[in-house]
T-cell receptor
Framework: DSGVTQTPKHLITATGQRVTLRCSPR?????VYWYQQSLDQGLQFLIH???????AKGNILERFSAQQFPDLHSELNLSSLELGDSALYFC??????????????FGPGTRLLVL | GQSLEQPSEVTAVEGAIVQINCTYQ??????LSWYQQHDGGAPTFLSY????GLEETGRFSSFLSRSDSYGYLLLQELQMKDSASYFC??????????????FGRGTQLTVWP
C-alpha cells in the first residue's frame, strides 16, 4: 500500500459523458501527478501539480482538466468522453516539486471504460 | 521529442540473471528511473540513476551511461514474484518542462520455475 488513494476504482460510462477522478496523496506529499495507461499507448504523463499550482503538462487533451485543492487532494476531469479514453488512470504523489531523483508513489488506479 | 526503447518481453528461469536495456532520446536529461508493475497493479519505484555508473539495491541494480543515452536494469537471483512489467522512465527538464516523466512501453518479464 503506497498511501495514495484513488476513487472510484472502476467507472463505466457512455461516450459524450463527463467524469471526475479523485486522488488523495500520501500524507505530507505536496506533488500530485496524473498518468493514463492504455494498451496501445503505454503509461503517459498527463499533468503535475505542486502545492496547488500546475507545474508541468504532458500529453493531456483539451477535454481533460485537473486541479489540486488546498487540502492537496486532486481531481482529474474528463469530458466529452470518447471510446479511446478507456484506460487505467493513475495518480502518483511525491514530497517535492518534481525533483529529478525523487520517488513517485502510485495509487491503485481508476479503470475507466467508455461504452 | 522524447523516445525510449526497451524490449517488449524477456523470459528467464528462477535463479538466473536478466538484463533489461533501455535507450532514450530526450532533451534536458535529468536522470533515468525504473519502475515495476505487476498485472493489475500500480507501478512501484525501483531505482534512479542521475550519473554514469551502477546503483545497487539488493537483487536489483541499475546502470546508466549518459554519453550512450543507455541504461539497464539488472535483476539477479530471479524469483517467480519478479514476473512483472518493467518500465524505464526519463525525467526531462528544460524551462517550463521540468517535471515531465516519460515512460518506455515496458518490458514484460516472465520467470519460469
Amino acid at each position: 500500500d503506497s498511501g495514495v488513494t484513488q476513487t472510484p476504482k472502476h467507472l463505466i460510462t457512455a461516450t459524450g459523458q463527463r467524469v471526475t477522478l479523485r486522488c488523495s496523496p500520501r500524507s505530507g506529499d505536496l506533488s500530485v501527478y496524473w498518468y493514463q495507461q492504455s494498451l496501445d499507448q503505454g503509461l503517459q504523463f498527463l499533468i503535475h501539480y505542486y502545492n496547488g499550482e500546475e507545474r508541468a503538462k504532458g500529453n493531456i487533451l483539451e477535454r481533460f482538466s485537473a486541479q489540486q485543492f488546498p487540502d492537496l487532494h486532486s481531481e482529474l476531469n474528463l469530458s466529452s468522453l470518447e471510446l479511446g479514453d478507456s484506460a487505467l488512470y493513475f495518480c502518483a504523489s511525491s514530497p517535492q516539486p518534481g525533483l529529478a531523483g525523487e520517488t513517485q508513489y502510485f495509487g491503485p488506479g481508476t479503470r475507466l471504460l467508455v461504452l | 521529442g522524447q523516445s525510449l526503447e526497451q524490449p517488449s518481453e524477456v523470459t528467464a528461469v528462477e535463479g538466473a540473471i536478466v538484463q533489461i536495456n533501455c535507450t532514450y532520446q530526450t532533451s534536458g536529461f535529468y536522470g533515468l528511473s525504473w519502475y515495476q508493475q505487476h498485472d493489475g497493479g500500480a507501478p512501484t519505484f525501483l531505482s534512479y540513476n542521475a550519473l554514469d555508473g551502477l546503483e545497487e539495491t539488493g537483487r536489483f541494480s541499475s546502470f546508466l551511461s549518459r554519453s550512450d543515452s543507455y541504461g539497464y536494469l539488472l535483476l539477479q537471483e530471479l524469483q517467480m514474484k519478479d514476473s512483472a512489467s518493467y518500465f524505464c522512465a526519463v525525467r526531462e527538464g528544460r524551462g517550463s518542462t521540468l517535471g515531465r516523466l516519460y515512460f518506455g512501453r515496458g518490458t514484460q518479464l516472465t520467470v519460469w520455475p
